[in-house]
């Protein structure tokens, strides 16, 4: 936790059950971190949620790379 931001890691799992970015379920398991930053105005209300993880490590366990 910072002034003016919020830091979260997470590992996300799952199981591929439904479509996702155009790709049909592959029933694989997945398993990946994500980092989200939150930032807040000066009323300290959520002013913008950036999100990122590595794209290449979930289509990777989908078998699509």
Request: aromatic share 10%; proline share 5%; hydrophobic share 40%.
């Amino acid at each position: 936790i910072a002034d003016e931001a919020i830091i979260m890691e997470v590992r996300v799992t799952g199981t591929h059950t439904g479509e996702w970015k155009g790709i049909p379920p592959t029933g694989k398991k997945v398993e990946f971190p994500v980092c989200a930053v939150f930032t807040f105005d000066d009323s300290d209300r959520i002013e913008a949620e950036t999100v990122y993880f590595d794209r290449m490590t979930v289509l990777g366990q989908l078998g699509i790379l």
